[in-house]
């Protein structure tokens, strides 16, 4: 899983509203009309913003390798029937132009994930929505970022404690009943000790924004947000 890493490439620099906003226009423009044309153009897009974020291609697919492999199964699913004919090539390209969508949405988020600092994007979200509300996003937000992690380097330590024990001669349900009760237990162990270190800080709902302010390389970045959220009405004009 992609987490924040400190650096110095263009998108570290930007400020995560720019990031955001260019971010949302990238979604609207890639649900509106998944025409292949439209695709290879977001696709040239996507790979601009992975050198922004010097981010490859192939970390991508190992931190997201469980959600690339359900949306490949989409137009698998999708080709093959049960009755004649059994395979069905234009239903998959149909839903291999839908999943082709998501999974650019996805790279593009795994570059705001590991560009954004996840203070950043709290502050972006209690800015912007009042109240309660946004705060309490805000800090789902900020924990979820954080947290995920780390409960997931608990399950990798699990499994693999299991298999150094000869696990591996187990049953595949005797193997997973062992990972999620061990992973429950230490995923509620972390819970209760975040809860006391968050009292012993004095969490705050409302804590000191960090200071955010457009750049050069902000506008263009919003003002192409501003294009892609726009370019689905090209097409009615």
């Not at 989409?74 to 132009?97: C, F, K, N």
């Not at 992973?183 to 709902?205: E, I, N, T, V, Y």
């Amino acid at each position: 899983m992609l987490t924040y890493r400190p650096g110095e490439t263009v998108a570290h620099r930007l400020d995560a509203r720019s990031k955001l906003a260019c971010q949302f226009g990238f979604a609207v423009a890639a649900f509106a009309q998944p025409t292949p044309r439209r695709l290879l153009a977001l696709a040239g897009l996507a790979g601009v913003v992975l050198l922004a974020g010097r981010l490859s291609p192939v970390t991508v697919l190992r931190g997201y390798w469980f959600v690339f492999v359900i949306l490949l199964l989409a137009p698998l699913s999708a080709a093959l029937s049960v009755t004649q004919p059994w395979v069905d090539p234009e239903r998959g390209v149909a839903s291999l132009l839908a999943v082709s969508r998501v999974a650019l949405v996805l790279v593009v988020g795994a570059v705001y994930v590991r560009t954004t600092p996840v203070r950043e994007s709290r502050a972006v979200i209690q800015r912007y929505v009042p109240g309660r509300t946004g705060q309490a996003l805000g800090v789902g937000v900020a924990l979820t970022f954080r947290f995920l992690p780390v409960l997931r380097r608990d399950l990798l330590t699990v499994r693999e404690a299991i298999q150094a024990r000869g696990g591996e001669r187990r049953s595949v349900v005797d193997r997973a009943k062992r990972i999620a009760v061990v992973g429950l237990a230490r995923s509620l162990s972390r819970s209760d000790r975040l809860s006391l270190a968050l009292r012993a800080r004095c969490f705050a709902w409302n804590p000191t924004p960090p200071e955010m302010s457009f750049g050069r390389w902000d506008y263009p970045v919003v003002a192409l947000g501003v294009l892609l959220a726009c370019w689905p009405l090209a097409g009615l004009l």
